[in-house]
């Protein structure tokens, strides 16, 4: 059905205009190197002309004779229903709405109407408020942009118009060539997914680039996943402030922020994310340009130690590492470099190099086994000529193309006027060219972070296994689970995670001080805490006691702290007691779950305790939770190092961990009245003996505490 749209015969713009400066006007003009092929056809659309650039002009569409397979709509928003009830009616399959007025100014009746018609005649609509689209393989620009046709391999899918013409301003300078521009507006209908879908089977497109502002469909991630196995996925993300984030009541729910949970899409649907327009231009240019970096060791060739030094630095930061040259790498770059060259990497040519010391090092580098990809660094000394060892790089790029060697190679020339000319013929030449080594290190490392990234598939066993039996225990306890849900306290949130295969405390609910005194002789040492469905952070409200020396007295305490507590707040809450439990040691993990608007369950995990939301070192993952991704978002921790041990302290059960994580995902998943979970702390022991939940906290749809 996409396919009306990207490569139609027959278009009409409807809205077409004779008169200089109107958007009706520009697109015609646009479409005219579209109609220029004798197949294709163009039908402008307007009651006030009989013909429009020479060409004839009709009422509506219903007047045109032959069958239409895209229109272009540009006129005032409140006509378009009528006219797309004539679009259907003529059996038109395909729409670019141009035409703003919708819901970017808080008309949402008119594009719920708009939306309603399309669905009745199956049209497939782009936009409404958008810039249009263009297809560079078929001449087709049905947009009011400038007109560009560098075709290429890039497809550039933005919300933003604005973005996009300035994408195409740049890409002369920098060669860059486009299969598709898309500008997708307020995306009633088609959305990323469907084009990611659509550009799978897309010959002319390789790399595929979205500026986005909000996503409507949980289906973008397995839409990215299935594109990402054959074509890289690069994204700017924009509005990543916590300005826009709303107060959730768990730590989990004020953690969530858009970034993040964004940044946990993308990673899911192994979209390379950048946070810099710059860098979004930097790999647009290396993937569209360079075979993939197969593996993390680069070469540096470099005329100045210095940017040499520098580059290594980078190394580090971005996961990669600096190639040991072979023995007869060594060898033979001695017979070309002088003796206060150092044979290594990264190569230092001197700050004396000519352009034959450049060409020596290129040719003999390229075929080091040890060696992923290139890096050339130039500066501007007396002996080297810029222009020179930049028409030697492109020379080595077709070599390698030419000998099957397929490695990336990047440079940096770094400098001004005089390096000028020659950054400019790199980048004809299909090499991208940096200004500072940094960029091309960080472009080399996207380069071999997809390639990892792409391969990489995780098993859905254990995930399925632990789906099918919580489902029959939710089918076994569904009386049981629906009383403790009605009054999710912190006994009845533990007993339903216990229910579920979850260890916790041994733990008693005392109603009276001498309940609580006689609890507590069942057990050691003890932790006693307040148990009320209205009473979320407990520690904060004074209601937690570790280890009490007079257990009657601290029931007391606790009882009065929460009932203050409650009256400060203005809350008509319900206190159910105390709960005396006993006490557990082990490190301090928080493991929760949020219900995201887009994308479903979510979970996090991280350093727990009362430090969760001072450190934030936290990581989350969107369902479904396999083990191996629970392990990835494990990983991604600065502190997981600890759960690893260090110094001498033991290794903690991250099998435990993994567990908890894949459940408390398939809980959010199986029991969508969920809104919220945290379990802060979960207590985790030493490798294989498990753990226990500290706390949990679950938070029910329609309970307002």
Same mark, same amino acid.
């Given at each position: 059905m996409l396919d009306k749209i990207f490569n139609p015969k027959s278009i009409a713009v409807i809205g077409a205009s004779s008169t200089e400066g109107k958007v009706g006007h520009a697109i015609m003009k646009n479409l005219m190197a579209f109609g220029k092929n004798p197949t294709n056809k163009i039908y402008p659309i307007n009651p006030k002309y009989d013909e429009i650039l020479g060409i004839k002009c009709y009422k509506s569409v219903l007047e045109v004779p032959d069958n239409i397979d895209l229109a272009v709509i540009t006129i005032p928003a409140k006509l378009i229903p009528n006219t797309l009830e004539e679009c259907g009616k003529k059996g038109i399959k395909g729409a670019v709405i141009i035409s703003a007025g919708f819901s970017e100014v808080g008309n949402y009746e008119l594009e719920e109407k708009v939306k309603t018609i399309a669905k009745k005649y199956n049209i497939r609509i782009i936009g409404p408020n958008c810039l249009g689209i263009i297809n560079m393989h078929n001449r087709l620009n049905a947009s009011f942009s400038k007109e560009y046709f560098k075709e290429g391999n890039i497809t550039f899918i933005s919300q933003s118009g604005a973005i996009l013409t300035a994408i195409l301003d740049i890409a002369p300078l920098l060669n860059l060539g486009f299969s598709k521009i898309i500008s997708l507006g307020?995306?009633?209908?088609?959305?990323?997914?469907?084009?990611?879908?659509?550009?799978?089977?897309?010959?002319?497109?390789?790399?595929?680039?979205?500026?986005?502002?909000?996503?409507?469909?949980?289906?973008?991630?397995?839409?990215?996943?299935?594109?990402?196995?054959?074509?890289? &996925?690069?994204?700017?993300?924009?509005?990543? %402030?916590?300005?826009?984030?709303?107060?959730?009541?768990?730590? $989990?729910?004020?953690?969530?922020?858009?970034?993040?949970?964004?940044?946990?899409?993308?990673?899911?649907?192994?979209?390379? $994310?950048?946070?810099?327009?710059?860098?979004?231009?930097?790999?647009?240019?290396?993937?569209?340009?360079?075979?993939?970096?197969?593996?993390?060791?680069? /070469?540096?060739? %470099?005329?100045?130690?210095?940017?040499?030094?520098?580059?290594?630095?980078?190394?580090?930061?971005?996961?990669?590492?600096?190639?040991?040259?072979?023995?007869?790498?060594?060898?033979?770059?001695?017979?070309?470099?002088?003796?206060?060259?150092?044979?290594?990497?990264?190569?230092?040519?001197?700050?004396?190099?000519? %352009?034959?010391?450049?060409?020596?090092?290129?040719?003999?580098?390229?075929?080091?086994?040890?060696?992923?990809?290139?890096?050339?660094?130039? $500066?501007?000394?007396?002996?080297?000529?810029?222009?020179?060892?930049?028409?030697?790089?492109?020379? %080595?790029?077709?070599?390698? !193309?030419?000998?099957?060697?397929?490695?990336?190679?990047?440079?940096?020339?770094?400098?001004?006027?005089?390096?000028?000319?020659?950054?400019?013929?790199?980048?004809?030449?299909?090499?991208?060219?940096?200004?500072?080594?940094?960029?091309?290190?960080?472009?080399?490392?996207?380069?071999? !972070?997809?390639?990892?990234?792409?391969?990489?598939?995780?098993?859905?066993?254990?995930?399925?296994?632990?789906?099918?039996?919580?489902?029959?225990?939710?089918?076994?306890?569904?009386?049981?689970?629906?009383?403790?849900?009605?009054?999710?306290?912190?006994?009845?949130?533990?007993?339903?995670?216990?229910?579920?295969?979850?260890?916790?405390?041994?733990?008693?609910?005392?109603?009276?001080?001498?309940?609580?005194?006689?609890?507590?002789?069942?057990?050691?040492?003890?932790?006693?805490?307040?148990?009320?469905?209205?009473?979320?952070?407990?520690?904060?409200?004074?209601?937690?006691?570790?280890?009490?020396?007079?257990? !009657?007295?601290?029931?007391?305490?606790?009882?009065?702290?929460?009932?203050?507590?409650?009256?400060?707040?203005? &809350?008509? /809450?319900?206190?159910?007691?105390?709960?005396?439990?006993?006490?557990?040691?082990?490190?301090?993990?928080?493991?929760?779950? !949020?219900?995201?608007?887009?994308?479903?369950?979510?979970?996090?995990?991280?350093l727990g305790g009362v430090f969760v939301e001072v450190l934030k070192d936290v990581s989350f993952g969107i369902h479904p939770i396999t083990r191996d991704y629970a392990l990835d978002k494990l990983k991604e921790l600065k502190s997981y190092k600890v759960l690893e041990g260090i110094r001498g302290r033991p290794k903690r059960d991250i099998d435990f961990i993994i567990d908890i994580m894949v459940r408390l995902g398939t809980i959010m998943e199986i029991y969508p009245e969920i809104k919220e979970i945290d379990i802060n702390p979960l207590f985790v022991k030493e490798d294989g003996k498990g753990g226990c939940v500290g706390d949990a906290l679950i938070i029910v749809e329609n309970n307002e505490n």
């Amino acid at each position: 059905m996409l396919d009306k749209i990207f490569n139609p015969k027959s278009i009409a713009v409807i809205g077409a205009s004779s008169t200089e400066g109107k958007v009706g006007h520009a697109i015609m003009k646009n479409l005219m190197a579209f109609g220029k092929n004798p197949t294709n056809k163009i039908y402008p659309i307007n009651p006030k002309y009989d013909e429009i650039l020479g060409i004839k002009c009709y009422k509506s569409v219903l007047e045109v004779p032959d069958n239409i397979d895209l229109a272009v709509i540009t006129i005032p928003a409140k006509l378009i229903p009528n006219t797309l009830e004539e679009c259907g009616k003529k059996g038109i399959k395909g729409a670019v709405i141009i035409s703003a007025g919708f819901s970017e100014v808080g008309n949402y009746e008119l594009e719920e109407k708009v939306k309603t018609i399309a669905k009745k005649y199956n049209i497939r609509i782009i936009g409404p408020n958008c810039l249009g689209i263009i297809n560079m393989h078929n001449r087709l620009n049905a947009s009011f942009s400038k007109e560009y046709f560098k075709e290429g391999n890039i497809t550039f899918i933005s919300q933003s118009g604005a973005i996009l013409t300035a994408i195409l301003d740049i890409a002369p300078l920098l060669n860059l060539g486009f299969s598709k521009i898309i500008s997708l507006g307020n995306k009633i209908d088609i959305q990323e997914s469907d084009l990611m879908e659509y550009l799978i089977h897309d010959d002319t497109t390789e790399v595929v680039v979205f500026y986005i502002e909000g996503l409507k469909d949980k289906k973008f991630i397995e839409s990215a996943k299935r594109l990402a196995k054959v074509k890289p &996925i690069i994204a700017l993300k924009s509005g990543k %402030t916590e300005a826009g984030a709303k107060a959730a009541s768990s730590h $989990t729910g004020s953690l969530a922020g858009d970034a993040q949970i964004y940044n946990a899409a993308f990673k899911k649907g192994k979209v390379l $994310t950048v946070e810099t327009f710059e860098e979004l231009v930097n790999l647009m240019h290396v993937f569209s340009t360079q075979p993939l970096m197969k593996g993390d060791k680069i /070469g540096i060739i %470099t005329n100045a130690g210095g940017f040499g030094v520098i580059a290594a630095d980078s190394c580090k930061k971005y996961g990669l590492t600096i190639g040991e040259f072979e023995e007869s790498t060594r060898e033979e770059l001695k017979k070309y470099l002088p003796p206060t060259s150092s044979i290594s990497n990264p190569l230092d040519l001197i700050g004396d190099a000519d %352009t034959n010391r450049y060409k020596n090092a290129l040719n003999i580098v390229k075929n080091d086994k040890n060696i992923d990809g290139m890096l050339v660094i130039l $500066t501007p000394q007396e002996m080297t000529k810029p222009l020179e060892v930049a028409d030697v790089i492109v020379e %080595t790029k077709n070599k390698m !193309k030419n000998e099957g060697i397929s490695k990336p190679i990047v440079a940096s020339f770094v400098g001004g006027v005089s390096i000028k000319g020659a950054k400019s013929y790199l980048r004809k030449n299909g090499v991208p060219a940096y200004i500072s080594p940094e960029s091309g290190i960080e472009a080399l490392s996207s380069s071999y !972070k997809y390639n990892t990234m792409k391969i990489k598939e995780d098993s859905c066993e254990y995930l399925n296994s632990i789906k099918d039996e919580l489902l029959k225990i939710k089918e076994k306890y569904k009386d049981i689970v629906k009383n403790l849900l009605n009054n999710p306290n912190e006994y009845n949130s533990k007993e339903f995670l216990k229910i579920h295969g979850m260890k916790v405390p041994k733990r008693y609910l005392a109603k009276t001080p001498e309940e609580a005194e006689n609890y507590a002789s069942n057990l050691d040492d003890v932790v006693m805490k307040i148990s009320s469905p209205d009473i979320l952070h407990k520690s904060d409200a004074g209601c937690v006691i570790v280890k009490p020396k007079d257990i !009657k007295e601290a029931f007391n305490t606790i009882m009065e702290n929460g009932k203050i507590y409650l009256e400060k707040n203005g &809350i008509e /809450g319900v206190i159910d007691g105390v709960l005396i439990e006993e006490y557990i040691e082990g490190i301090e993990i928080i493991v929760g779950g !949020k219900r995201d608007a887009v994308f479903g369950p979510v979970i996090m995990v991280g350093l727990g305790g009362v430090f969760v939301e001072v450190l934030k070192d936290v990581s989350f993952g969107i369902h479904p939770i396999t083990r191996d991704y629970a392990l990835d978002k494990l990983k991604e921790l600065k502190s997981y190092k600890v759960l690893e041990g260090i110094r001498g302290r033991p290794k903690r059960d991250i099998d435990f961990i993994i567990d908890i994580m894949v459940r408390l995902g398939t809980i959010m998943e199986i029991y969508p009245e969920i809104k919220e979970i945290d379990i802060n702390p979960l207590f985790v022991k030493e490798d294989g003996k498990g753990g226990c939940v500290g706390d949990a906290l679950i938070i029910v749809e329609n309970n307002e505490n």
